[in-house]
T-cell receptor, first 113, second 114 residues
Framework: AQSVTQLDSQVPVFEEAPVELRCNYS??????LFWYVQYPNQGLQLLLK??????LVKGINGFEAEFNKSQTSFHLRKPSVHISDTAEYFC???????????FGTGTSLTVIP | KAGVTQTPRYLIKTRGQQVTLSCSPI?????VSWYQQTPGQGLQFLFE???????NKGNFPGRFSGRQFSNSRSEMNVSTLELGDSALYLC?????????????FGPGTRLTVL
């Protein structure tokens, strides 16, 4: 069975500070990894994804994530956050042979001016 | 291209009623998935349709059903509504089946059951 754990439910951070949102997963088979962002009253928007190749993945809005197979982690980072980054962030995995996402419970990022 | 659209955006029903939600995928996309989002359970997979066939189903009771039409539009139906069915229902579409295809999410339908 697959599962995704987002270790921090809420992360407050000051504007222009760096941030890391943690994600660990468990799966007995190979998966693809994703980070999505959800702004209030909106659907999910893809930030970045890891399918194969370089373990450092760059996404939109200055975000990046690093896939660590040995630690089964896919942490999301941004070197300098902006007020507009305040949102809910979801880590998700999908089997390479499937089409069903397994989502973490989300991390609420609040950027403080 | 227009994004994934979901109708209605908001819905209020009472216990025991049934409801039908609609999802129009991005033009050319053949796969449609549905998710339920609640504060307590997070995002949970309901089912996925590809070329009018249900390919995968999550762990939900039989009150939850869906279908997909030949134009790839999809509907989901919930019968005998319960208070716990109150949630944001998200639809996602992708061009093909397979995990390496990006899924594009709609804005969701917020269902409130009174």
């Amino acid at each position: 069975a697959q599962s995704v754990t987002q270790l921090d439910s809420q992360v407050p951070v000051f504007e222009e500070a760096p941030v890391e949102l943690r994600c660990n997963y468990s799966s007995s088979v190979s998966v693809y990894l994703f980070w999505y962002v959800q702004y209030p009253n909106q659907g999910l928007q893809l930030l970045l994804k890891y399918l194969s190749g370089s373990t450092l993945v760059k996404g939109i809005n200055g975000f990046e994530a690093e896939f660590n197979k040995s630690q089964t982690s896919f942490h999301l980072r941004k070197p300098s956050v902006h007020i507009s980054d305040t949102a809910e962030y979801f880590c998700a995995v999908i089997l390479i042979t499937g089409n069903q996402f397994y989502f973490g419970t989300g991390t609420s990022l609040t950027v403080i001016p | 291209k227009a994004g994934v659209t979901q109708t209605p955006r908001y819905l209020i029903k009472t216990r025991g009623q049934q409801v039908t939600l609609s999802c129009s995928p991005i033009s050319g996309h053949r796969s449609v998935s549905w998710y339920q989002q609640t504060p307590g359970q997070g995002l949970q997979f309901l089912f996925e349709y590809f070329s009018e066939t249900q390919r995968n189903k999550g762990n939900f009771p039989g009150r939850f059903s869906g279908r997909q039409f030949s134009n790839s539009r999809s509907e989901m139906n919930v019968s005998t509504l319960e208070l716990g069915d109150s949630a944001l229902y998200l639809c996602a579409s992708s061009p093909l089946a397979g995990g390496d295809n990006e899924q594009f999410f709609g804005p969701g339908t917020r269902l409130t059951v009174l």
